[in-house]
């Protein structure tokens, strides 16, 4: 194949919901030339309860979608199939695979001072250890603290950024974190980010908050550079959006935070 015609395919991105939309953002932003072709699996989010068995058996599904999309990459923006099926990926892919943990481990290393992260995502994510075993690959001497925060996927798929029953749950949640006086949190679910405002808002002191989504299009980056992958044009990217089901506040919160309408967004004909 022509190196033009590969460099021009674009970036497969794949999601329980509406959380990848994160990485899409990052992505938009520092390579604006590149095509995108995301899928949401909302018919069957949330993944984070879900058994490791189920959660591989969705990857290798996702997988196979993007890949008949004819993407040169694929990036895993689900916290929960990073953490526990990203071998699936990579088996199922013919192209580079990128997953969010290590990229978010290595900015929050980075960004400590005190060397106390907190990390809060799924059920799944967080019993699989995965950030935990990340961040002491790069410190081994880091302390870290890791909270279970499972209401907030649904909180975000509803949209329900300002909500007050959000900044409720979210105190509860975050509160063993604050007595911890961690200085640094990892966003370890695509979907927390949505509500960065409110998460922020529980702890009084300076924090600093890691978005796995921003860290990973830095890999993304640099991963298409080594592979000679970076589409060199300079037209206005080609991004699609397809999910598994079509939730009519897909599209309402999507466009509000991403800050551009989606245009059409498809539902995976055949996908089950």
């Known amino acids: 194949m022509n190196i033009k015609n590969l460099q021009a395919k674009p970036i497969g991105i794949f999601d329980s919901g509406i959380g990848g939309l994160t990485v899409v953002r990052a992505l938009m932003k520092r390579l604006p ?8 699996d909302t018919a069957r989010v949330p993944y984070g309860p879900k ?19 004819n993407v040169k990459m694929i990036v895993v923006a689900c916290n929960t199939v990073s953490a526990v099926a990203l071998e699936v990926v990579q088996k199922h892919a013919k192209v580079p695979v990128i997953g969010v943990i290590v990229p978010g481990a ?12 907190g990390v809060i995502g799924t059920v799944g994510t967080i019993n699989s250890n995965a950030y935990t075993n990340a961040i002491r690959q790069f410190d081994e001497t880091a302390t870290v603290i890791s909270q279970s925060c499972p209401l907030f996927v649904p909180l975000a798929e509803e949209g329900l950024i300002d909500h007050k029953a959000t900044e409720i749950i979210a105190r509860e949640y975050l509160f063993p974190l604050k007595l911890k006086k961690i200085d640094t949190l990892v966003l370890g679910c695509t979907h927390y980010p949505i509500l960065e405002k409110t998460i922020r808002s529980v702890f009084e002191s300076g924090i600093i908050l890691i978005d796995s ?7 993304v980056e640099h991963v ?3 592979n000679d992958l970076r589409n060199p044009s300079t037209l206005k990217a080609n991004i699609q959006f397809f999910v598994s089901d079509i939730p009519y506040r897909f599209t309402e919160i999507g466009e509000r935070f991403l800050g ?10 055949g996908f089950f």
């Open 33 to 40: 030339h590149e095509n995108i072709v995301y899928f949401g």
């Open 51 to 69: 058994s490791p068995q189920v959660i591989r058996e969705y990857a290798a599904q996702d997988t196979d979608f993007l890949m008949k999309h």
């Open 106 to 117: 290595k900015a929050a290393v980075e960004s400590t001072k005190k060397k106390r992260i």
């Open 213 to 219: 989504g921003e860290a990973t299009a830095e890999e």
């Open 224 to 226: 298409l550079i080594a």
């Open 260 to 269: 551009q309408k989606l245009g059409r967004v498809r539902r995976a004909e």
